[in-house]
């Protein structure tokens, strides 16, 4: 009697979840590595297209203020420090959508910083028509105002303009400068350099005598480098502005449409790994790794509208300049060509190359702050 009911409870803790305390790293490992790809995979696709949508925003050429007071005679110049150009990007958490070992969709912020920093030039031609440039940077430097997962970028911009005054400003009758510029942008954006942090992720094993069991496995996944991305992006702008001149306040707004080409892409080798430490609340030991070279890139995103509005301070030959845009972007040509690594994202996730493989507009905010000398 005692050896049958002894029988009956070995077979009960077979078959209840607790019975898969016996699992081990090798029981879950291909799952974990499946995943870990998966992830991994899934960030390289959906970082570029973020990439492409967003960082057109800061491309156009914006350092020429209310443009009022360069002589239409011509002789005149400027020069200034672009003190702080910097865009506020959403769906930026959704770069992180749908992984689950990498969880970076709760490591990134749903709304991204992208400050730079540079210095402007100007020069008046006569008859009304002037030509500028801006010229911004960013030393390489974590972006992400979140503890713990590092976003380093660096990058370089140039645009080269040029505008025509069509009118002086006369009281209440404003000033319109019609503007063309075209602009250059490279840069690079490395994602948890050598990033640790926990994982709890759902298992299915096949339990002896009970069939396929759920069971959580625990560990620690970490990048070896970090997720590398870069882009060279070309932009040409057209633009209207209105301006006027109120003694030392000059206001202005305009309406600006940009053309985009060019192409983000990831394409180094991607390599992470992750730790079983834990399967079912037993402790174990494993690792499972990823090594893989996943290349991808998409086009520019190529449409930009951008309104705007902004004032000169202007204190003799000072001006101090203020300017703030909404860009919106849209992206309707998509690189859809991802060969099997498209396999790792769901298509029922609100991702950015799920959304883009049909038009889709996202959005920036672009605030920035200049000094000019005008002689």
């Known amino acids: 009697m005692k050896r049958s009911l002894l029988s009956s409870i070995l077979l009960l803790a077979l078959a209840i979840p607790g019975g898969a305390a016996a699992q081990t790293a090798a029981d879950v490992g291909p799952q974990i590595q499946n995943q870990l790809g998966s992830d991994v995979k899934s960030i ?32 005149d110049f400027s020069i200034g420090l672009n003190l702080a150009k910097i865009g506020v990007m959403n769906q930026f958490s959704s770069v992180g959508a749908g992984t689950q070992l990498v969880d970076l969709e709760s490591l990134l912020p749903g709304v991204f910083p992208w400050p730079q920093f540079g210095i402007n030039l100007g020069l008046s031609l006569g008859a009304g028509f002037e030509i500028g440039a801006d010229i911004m940077f960013l030393p390489e430097l974590d972006l992400n105002p979140a503890d713990g997962l590092t976003v380093n970028a660096e990058f370089f911009q140039a645009a080269v303009g040029i505008g025509w005054r069509i009118n002086k400003p006369d009281g209440a009758l404003p000033t319109f400068f019609l503007s063309a510029s075209g602009s250059i942008y490279h840069g690079n954006l490395e994602v948890g350099v050598n990033h640790r942090a926990p994982y709890s992720y759902d298992s299915v094993v096949d339990v002896p005598g009970s069939g396929p069991q759920t069971v959580t496995t625990e560990g620690e996944w970490q990048f070896d480098g970090g997720p590398d991305f870069n882009w060279t992006f070309y932009q040409v702008n057209v633009e209207l502005r209105m301006a006027w001149d109120l003694e030392v306040f000059r206001p202005y707004f305009g309406l600006g449409v940009g053309f985009t080409f060019g192409e983000a892409s990831s394409g180094a080798l991607f390599s992470a790994q992750a730790s079983i430490d ?13 090594a893989e070279q996943v290349n991808y890139s998409t086009p520019a995103a190529q449409y930009l509208f951008r309104p705007l509005l902004g004032f000169d301070i202007v204190a003799g030959i000072v001006a101090i300049n203020l300017q703030l845009e909404l860009s919106l972007i849209q992206h309707d040509n ?27 507009t996202a959005a920036a905010f672009v605030g920035s702050l200049g000094l000019r000398f005008q002689f």
Do not use: C, Y
């Not at 443009?67 to 011509?74: E, L, S």
């Not at 396999?343 to 959304?355: A, G, R, Y």
């Open 44 to 75: 390289v696709l959906n970082m570029p297209v973020w990439m492409a949508s967003h960082v057109p925003a800061m491309m156009p050429w914006s350092g020429n203020g209310a443009g009022i007071d360069m002589d239409r005679d011509g002789g």
């Open 278 to 290: 834990r399967v079912a609340g037993q402790p174990t030991s494993g690792t499972e790794g990823f």
């Open 334 to 360: 998509l690189n859809t060509n991802v060969g099997d690594a498209a396999d790792s994202l769901d298509p029922t996730q609100d991702v950015p190359f799920n959304k883009a493989r049909e038009a889709t």
